[in-house]
């Protein structure tokens, strides 16, 4: 039996917030949602979270796998090396990554997935109603430029002359031209 597409977007929400109200409870810091639904190929959203220490992110990845375990959800796989400052859970349409500050600064998971839509953490515990916004577009492949030939080559601009020079001959234009003098006469004797 094949669930509708929106039984399982359902579902995945469900699930989604019960992950982040666990990670709430274990005072996850700077706990974001990323929708990459259209971006990415391996999982709908990303869970990112901050941990005070080692031993933090720890409690939260056990707390983690607690939700996921009584929802009846699959884990794809799990990172329990902590010495990177970075655990990943990975339950397919759901992604959770933990950080400790240093390694999520260095990381910068956010800045990788800019495209993605935020998704607010009020909205995916299910206490606000999500604003509709288009799905995310993925991103063109950049154009190449042109390769240029000897023909489409630009033309060089004539040079200007140096604004000195302008100046001085606009200063004598302004000037006023005193009459000629006429050479004396000369008298005679």
Not at 20 to 31: H, N, V, W
Not at 48 to 72: F, N, P
Request: net charge positive; proline share 6%; glycine share 6%.
């Amino acid at each position: 039996m094949t669930k509708s597409t929106s039984e399982t977007v359902s579902h995945e929400r469900q699930l989604l917030a019960l992950v982040c109200k666990g990670l709430d409870d274990k005072k996850a810091g700077d706990l974001r949602i990323i929708d990459v639904r259209g971006l990415s190929s391996i999982t709908d959203y990303l869970v990112v979270a901050t941990g005070l220490a080692d031993t933090h992110l720890r409690a939260m990845r056990i707390e983690v796998e607690k939700v996921l375990d009584a929802a009846g959800a699959k884990i794809a796989g799990m990172d329990k090396n902590q010495q990177s400052g970075w655990l990943v859970v990975d339950a397919y349409q759901i992604m959770v990554h933990l950080f400790t500050a240093d390694a999520r600064g260095r990381y910068g998971l956010e800045q990788l997935w800019r495209d993605g839509r935020e998704l607010p953490l009020n909205v995916a515990l299910g206490l606000e109603a999500e604003v509709p916004v288009a799905p995310a577009k993925p991103r063109a492949a950049k154009k190449k430029p042109a390769a240029k030939t000897k023909a489409s080559a630009p033309r060089k601009a004539p040079a200007k002359k140096p604004a000195v020079k302008a100046k001085k001959s606009a200063a004598k234009a302004k000037k006023p031209v005193a009459p000629a003098k006429k050479p004396a006469a000369k008298k005679k004797r």
